[in-house]
């Protein structure tokens, strides 16, 4: 796993070059990119989320186009469209910003729901239709969309099924005092993401994220996933549970944590540090619930507590 490690450091280290204080979460965005994950970035204007994916789409080798959404924007403005040419007398494809490789969607919820689901097929299978045919996307994939909180005027919320093909969700929160006075000194002359380059190919990330899925999963630890994701849909307060996707996401995302730490197995310390990132967005509240102003944070907090830890040997 050394070189997943060294590759993991060398990315933390050129996100960490614009984004000031905030190394779990730009830890997270390496996790998912090794898990050819998707990531949800949560949280009001202003602090620095579609920086932090421009930062992360600059710092790879790969294919990078930008998705703003508005609230007038069409599915095939996402996907592409089909255009008669007169000259061969025949319809021809012209695919949409979303055949890239880094595709930022840029206030994802500013665009309604028809339009968000435009995205579906594409996160899911790596793939879109347009007219009946087919057109795979390339490799690797990743969506990072940036969102503003629902109650925020012209929002839509994310329908439940898009919601869940993404693997993790961040939200970053104002900076410390002293990150903020470092903020402002580092853009008094220019913005350092001027100065960000190419650190990693799109071969080197393919053969990471293959080396990451050969990390050692032991059976207490599934079973300790599994508990996690099963609670969720037995608490009172959920109208919609987590799904097995949930599982999946949690046990990839856990892989990819170990092989940061230079490990090749999975322990029951890298489920709890992610389980908040990868199911709390799969949670939906019941009303009552809502009124009693309960978070699917705090559902997921309470199920980390009552869940027994596995003990015993996690290594193969």
Do not use: W
């Not at 028809?114 to 239709?129: G, H, P, R, S």
């Not at 650190?199 to 050969?214: G, H, K, M, P, Q």
């Not at 849909?233 to 990839?252: E, H, I, K, M, T």
């Not at 102003?293 to 003990?311: D, F, H, K, S």
């Amino acid at each position: 796993m050394a070189k997943v490690q060294a590759l993991g450091t060398r990315l933390l280290d050129n996100l960490e070059k614009v984004i000031i204080g905030k190394h779990n979460m730009l830890e997270l965005m390496v996790i998912g990119l090794l898990c050819e994950g998707h990531i949800l970035i949560e949280d009001v204007p202003g602090v620095g989320k579609t920086v932090m994916a421009r930062t992360l789409a600059k710092s790879l080798g790969c294919a990078f186009n930008r998705l703003q959404f508005t609230p007038d924007m069409l599915p095939s403005d996402v996907t592409g469209v089909s255009i008669f040419n007169q000259k061969t007398r025949g319809f021809e494809f012209r695919p949409g910003p979303i055949f890239g490789q880094i595709i930022l969607a840029d206030e994802i919820n500013r665009a309604t729901p028809k339009t968000q689901a435009a995205l579906l097929e594409a996160m899911d299978e790596q793939q879109v239709t347009v007219d009946g045919t087919t057109h795979p996307l390339p490799r690797p994939f990743m969506v990072l969309a940036t969102q503003n909180p629902i109650e925020y005027e012209g929002t839509f919320p994310l329908p439940e099924a898009q919601l869940d093909r993404f693997l993790l969700r961040l939200r970053l929160g104002y900076p410390s005092e002293a990150d903020e006075i470092l903020v402002l000194e580092k853009q008094q002359l220019r913005h350092p993401i001027e100065t960000i380059e190419s650190i990693c190919s799109a071969e080197e990330i393919l053969a990471a994220a293959e080396d990451v899925r050969s990390i050692y999963v032991s059976e207490a630890v599934k079973r300790y996933i599994v508990h996690l994701t099963h609670h969720t849909r037995q608490n009172n307060d959920v109208y919609l549970g987590a799904s097995p996707r949930g599982s999946l996401g949690l046990s990839r995302a856990s892989q990819a944590r170990a092989a940061l730490d230079g490990r090749g197995h999975v322990l029951p310390d890298d489920v709890k540090a992610l389980a908040q990132a990868v199911l709390s967005h799969r949670i939906i509240v019941n009303p009552s619930a809502r009124l009693r102003e309960v978070t699917p944070e705090r559902i997921v907090q309470e199920i980390l507590l009552a869940v027994p830890v596995p003990g015993g040997s996690y290594s193969a």
